[in-house]
């Protein structure tokens, strides 16, 4: 069995991720009514364990949706399904670990009363890993102009939800221009954030990143360098509210996800930024690195 296999756990079952799991009644399937989290190990341990954990729980009060256990009992399901996974594929390197969690199936209808029970489903792959070319050279980068993002007052997007077709359809329409992702705009004109990333520029030698406000995605890996990373490492980061027009002034732009961290931008539509091995985004990466190193460091209770 190759690594393109994909290990998964529906609600304690261990199988195939291509093997059916749950209801075509799952309220997940039907309208999107789901709240998800994913992890990534470095050196074999479960990174930002409690941080992924508390918005999880945050995104579940947002949608009213209880859950069922605890984060013990499912930390052991993580580890049964990251030992099944490894005993199909033997593979050995850093994984993604995905808990998709819904509010259960029933009758058909929008009505949550209507919800019998939640349910969860694990998935677990290999990390995926930025190639050292882009890493190199950078990510190119697009504006979408047919999707905005959602405004905080709607569908937040600092909930962590099923509900991802905003940033499905803007993705799309930067592929088909060639990029490898999306910048996304609020119904203001300012720039939020990536698909799945949030986004870092720097101007003047300080780290800016967009505020919550703007309407993204609480980033964990954006949050321990804001509040940690960037200023041990000597950076000024902080929050600030950039448009598109403000890309002509900004020296370089990266990416930041928790699977991938940080990840150098070279170009947004016309306006380019530089890549290079001492950038301010390097110098970030490099401590984040150390930061990891630290973590591994001081949860062996976290290893899988």
């Given at each position: 069995m190759s690594v393109s296999f994909i290990q998964a756990n529906t609600n304690g079952r261990l199988h195939g991720a291509h093997?059916?799991?749950?209801?075509?009644?799952?309220?997940?399937?039907?309208?999107?009514?789901?709240?998800?989290?994913?992890?990534?190990?470095?050196?074999?341990?479960?990174?930002?364990?409690?941080?992924?954990?508390?918005?999880?729980?945050?995104?579940?009060?947002?949608?009213?949706?209880d859950l069922?256990?605890?984060?013990?009992?499912?930390?052991?399901?993580?580890?049964?399904?990251?030992?099944?996974?490894?005993?199909?594929?033997?593979?050995?390197?850093?994984?993604?670990i995905r808990l998709q969690i819904t509010r259960g199936s029933g009758a058909i209808?929008?009505?949550?009363?209507?919800?019998?029970?939640?349910?969860?489903?694990?998935?677990?792959q290999p990390c995926p890993e930025l190639?050292?070319?882009?890493?190199?050279?950078?990510l190119t980068l697009s504006v979408a102009t047919t999707v905005r993002r959602n405004s905080i007052e709607s569908l937040s997007p600092a909930w962590k939800t099923g509900n991802y077709l905003n940033n499905v359809l803007a993705l799309r329409e930067a592929r088909s221009r060639g990029a490898d992702e999306v910048v996304i705009l609020n119904l203001a004109g300012e720039i939020t954030e990536a698909a799945v990333s949030n986004i870092g520029f720097v101007r003047d030698g300080i780290v800016l990143t967009p505020p919550v406000s703007a309407g993204i995605l609480c980033g964990i890996t954006r949050g321990l360098l804001l509040d940690k990373i960037a200023a041990e490492a000597?950076?000024?980061?902080?929050?600030?509210?950039?448009?598109?027009?403000?890309?002509?002034?900004?020296?370089?732009?990266?990416?930041?996800?928790?699977?991938?961290?940080?990840?150098?931008?070279?170009?947004?539509?016309?306006?380019?930024?530089?890549?290079?091995?001492?950038?301010?985004?390097?110098?970030?990466?490099?401590?984040?690195?150390?930061?990891?190193?630290?973590?591994?460091?001081?949860?062996?209770?976290?290893?899988?």
């Open positions: 093997e059916p799991s749950i209801s075509p009644l799952n309220r997940g399937f039907l309208y999107g009514d789901a709240i998800y989290e994913v992890w990534r190990t470095y050196r074999g341990v479960i990174f930002a364990w409690e941080e992924h954990w508390r918005r999880l729980e945050e995104s579940a009060r947002a949608l009213h949706l069922l256990f605890t984060r013990g009992p499912m930390l052991e399901e993580i580890r049964r399904t990251i030992a099944a996974f490894r005993a199909a594929t033997n593979f050995t390197g850093e994984l993604y209808g929008l009505d949550t009363a209507l919800a019998e029970r939640a349910d969860f489903v694990l998935l677990v190639t050292v070319a882009k890493m190199t050279t950078g000597g950076v000024t980061m902080r929050e600030e509210t950039v448009r598109p027009e403000d890309l002509a002034g900004i020296e370089e732009c990266f990416l930041i996800s928790t699977t991938k961290d940080v990840m150098p931008v070279a170009a947004i539509d016309a306006a380019r930024f530089r890549v290079y091995p001492e950038s301010v985004a390097m110098r970030l990466k490099a401590a984040f690195g150390n930061y990891v190193t630290e973590y591994v460091r001081d949860h062996p209770e976290l290893k899988v």
